[in-house]
């Protein structure tokens, strides 16, 4: 082996070239944790230069700043980006680092729609259901209230703004929707009122029994006024109404 020229040099090429990587991955090192490259701010802005209306810095503070680790080469923006999306009213959250000792966090709040359920979450017009202050969204808007089983918040989301589109022909709004674990709608109505719709029988069963109330629905406020409650449009051949004073339905009435 000691006689073997090409041998040595080969064996002497890779040796050199372990100690070159070991003194340059030092130097990397030595050079990556210099104090210069230490955090020293993080900037929160909203995405697309939109003011942040519930994300604070006092949140962001106590909840997102104590869980980003290392410095400016070293952090995992990873999880930079799930401890901002962990702040409450945050939807998304993208990170990207700022020569050479800060970070860039760009937000995208929750806009949110109304309720769901009946554990204090709330929801967003996009349907995405997150936890936050009550009290901050009410600031916001007239909230609404949605409920429905797990996994059908967009379902109910959408059907909910059907309703909007059909009721709006008698100036009326839904104030909540309500999509039963028997998988039955009901909606109630910015005036008060209260309507079973039940469950679907085809694509168009909801607009169809909805049509059917629109249709009827001024003769029933000239005979009744604002003594109605709620109406009942799961009967085949008709609906029943209850109003203010009886506790059971008032009349059924046939369907035209």
């Given amino acids: 082996m000691w006689h073997d020229v090409k041998l040595l040099n080969a064996t002497a090429n890779v040796l050199f070239s372990f100690v070159l990587a070991a003194v340059l991955g030092s130097a990397v090192w030595w050079v990556i944790h210099r104090p210069v490259f230490e955090l020293s701010a993080v900037r929160v802005e909203g995405k697309q230069n939109k003011d942040l209306r519930h994300v604070n810095a006092l ?6 700043i104590p869980r980003i680790q290392g410095n400016f080469f070293t952090t995992n923006l990873d999880q930079v980006k799930v401890a901002f999306e962990s702040v409450p009213w945050v ?6 680092r700022v020569w050479p000792n800060r970070l860039l966090v760009q937000i995208e709040e929750h806009e949110v ?24 969204a009410e600031d916001d808007v007239q909230l609404i209230s949605l409920s429905g089983p797990d996994g059908s918040e967009k379902e109910v989301l959408q059907q909910y703004r059907l309703f909007k589109d059909w009721f709006s022909a008698l100036e009326l709004k839904p104030e909540a929707v309500q999509y039963s674990s028997r998988y039955a709608w009901s909606v109630q109505l910015d ?53 203010s004073k009886t506790s059971k339905p008032a009349a059924v009435v046939k369907k035209p």
């Fill in 191 to 243: 005036g008060g009122l209260h309507i079973e719709l039940g469950r679907l029988q085809d694509a168009n069963s909801l607009k169809k029994r909805v049509d059917q109330l629109l249709r009827v629905y001024p003769q029933l406020t000239t005979r009744l006024g604002d003594k109605i409650v709620s109406v009942d449009m799961r009967y085949p051949n008709g609906l029943a109404l209850k109003t």
């Fill in 59 to 64: 949140t962001i503070r106590d909840q997102a």
């Fill in 91 to 96: 939807r998304k959250a993208s990170v990207q």
């Fill in 113 to 136: 729609l109304g309720t769901w359920g009946e554990d204090g979450r709330l929801i967003s017009v996009l349907g995405d259901v997150f936890t936050a202050n009550l009290a901050e």
